[in-house]
């Protein structure tokens, strides 16, 4: 692997989806550079999230590339990525409700090494697993919350929990959707502070709404404006982007 390939972990070219004759991405290139935050931008209905789709391979594009890590991953399925360490974080369905976090994290992991039935019967086996799970509920900021059911969390601690099953499966590419949409203050500030720790050795992208929390994080931005790629840089570069001005600052400032 050369090194311009090594440097980005994440790279699509002409990147395009159609829906019956609507176009909700549009030739879009995008590079993540490895060991990056990487924010995806834009006003409503720009195609972030159809992007996000395409870049986790929970849809088709209809034309362009999807390279990974030197690779070409346009064609694999989900599962496929993902076991090659690209991981998307779910909302918050993806934990079970009537568990408690530790039984959610222990479930996450015991997917992970995709062990037998009679691998978890082993009570050493087990408790080395728990403590893998205590480890990562603390990481996310759940230490206190171990026993607790996952639907006796509130919104934000649901969605550090997901993020402590996402990170079960130790990803160096973490994409996250929206990690703080529909969040109270308080818990924004516990999932950036939570962002920036997840971020040491790996690389991070991830489409977010808050833009205060994409200039607190993020390295690079990509702006989108109906499905193109309106702008890209440092939060600096975009925020003075008159076209992104007005396309999304604009109106999010009107
Ligand atoms: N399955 C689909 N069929 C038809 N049109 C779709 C489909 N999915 C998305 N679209 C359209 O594509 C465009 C982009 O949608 P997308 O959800 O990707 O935007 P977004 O930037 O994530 O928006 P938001 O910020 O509102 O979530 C929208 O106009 C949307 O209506």
């Known amino acids: 692997m050369n090194n311009a390939v090594a440097d980005t972990v994440l790279e699509t070219s002409g990147l395009t989806k159609r ?15 490895t060991g990056s935050i990487h924010a995806l931008i834009g006003p409503n209905g720009a195609g972030k999230t159809t992007c996000f789709n395409l870049l986790t391979k929970f849809m088709q594009p209809s034309a362009g590339k999807i390279i990974y890590r030197g690779d070409d991953i346009t064609y694999l399925k989900p599962a496929d990525v993902a076991r090659r360490g690209l ?70 601690r649901k969605r550090a929990l997901e993020i402590a099953t996402t990170l079960a499966l130790d ?22 502070d939570l962002i920036k720790r997840l971020r040491q050795g790996r690389t991070i992208l991830m ?25 890209e840089g440092d939060y600096e570069t975009v925020s003075r982007d008159p076209a992104v001005i007005t396309a999304y600052l604009g109106q999010d400032h009107a």
């Open 19 to 33: 829906f019956s004759g609507f176009t909700a991405v549009d030739n879009v290139s995008l590079k993540v550079k």
């Open 87 to 156: 991981v998307r974080s779910f909302q918050i369905s993806a934990v079970f409700g009537h568990m408690t976090a530790l039984e959610n994290v222990r479930i996450a992991l015991q997917r992970e090494r995709g062990a037998s039935f009679d691998f978890w019967r082993s009570d050493r086996n087990l408790q080395r697993f728990d403590d893998r799970a205590c480890a990562l509920l603390e990481d996310v900021g759940l230490g206190a919350f171990i026993h607790t059911k996952a639907a006796e969390l509130s919104y934000g």
């Open 171 to 192: 990803p160096p590419l973490l994409l996250l959707d929206e990690p703080t949409a529909g969040m109270t203050e308080q818990d924004v500030e516990r999932i950036v």
């Open 207 to 231: 489409v977010e709404h808050n833009l205060s929390v994409v200039a607190g994080l993020s390295d690079r931005i990509t702006v989108l404006m109906r499905g193109r790629v309106l702008a």
